[in-house]
C-alpha cells in the first residue's frame, strides 16, 4: 500500500502564490514519475504538471510560467510552487504517482485532493 500525503491549498487573492506538497510513503520501491492533477466543479479532472524520475517535466499551456514542479527523491516528494495565481485556477488539486511496489510492477496512486481557491 502506497499512500501519499498532500498539504499547502488554501485561499489565496489574484496574484498571490501557493506552494503544494505531497509525499509519497508505504511499500513504494522506485517512483517513474510524479505530478498534480485539479478538478474544478463540473469539469473534468486534467494533469497540469508532471516530472519523471529523470527530471523531464511537462506543463499544459496555462499554467506555463507560473507554474514550477520539483521534486526531492530522497524524501518521495513533489511539490508545485504556483505564482501569478488566478480565479480560474481554483480547483482541489491532486497529488499523482505512478510508481514501482516491486521491481516487476508498476502502479498509479493518488492523493486525497487539496482545495485551492483564488479570490478577492
Known amino acids: 500500500q502506497v499512500q501519499l500525503a498532500e498539504s499547502g491549498g488554501g485561499l489565496v487573492q489574484p496574484g498571490g502564490s501557493l506552494s503544494l506538497s505531497c509525499t509519497a510513503s508505504?511499500?513504494?520501491?522506485?517512483?517513474?514519475?510524479m505530478g498534480w492533477y485539479r478538478q474544478a466543479p463540473g469539469e473534468e479532472r486534467e494533469m497540469i504538471a508532471r516530472?519523471?524520475?529523470?527530471?523531464?517535466?511537462d506543463y499544459i499551456d496555462s499554467v506555463k510560467g507560473r507554474f514550477t514542479i520539483s521534486r526531492d527523491d530522497g524524501l518521495n516528494t513533489v511539490y508545485l510552487q504556483m505564482n501569478d495565481l488566478k480565479p480560474e485556477d481554483t480547483a482541489v488539486y491532486y497529488c499523482?504517482?505512478?510508481?514501482?511496489?516491486?521491481?516487476?510492477?508498476?502502479?498509479?496512486?493518488w492523493g486525497q485532493g487539496t482545495q485551492v481557491t483564488v479570490s478577492s
Open positions: 516530472i519523471t524520475s529523470d527530471g523531464n517535466t
Open positions: 508505504g511499500s513504494i520501491f522506485s517512483i517513474i514519475q
Open positions: 499523482y504517482v505512478q510508481g514501482y511496489v516491486v521491481p516487476s510492477r508498476w502502479d498509479d496512486y
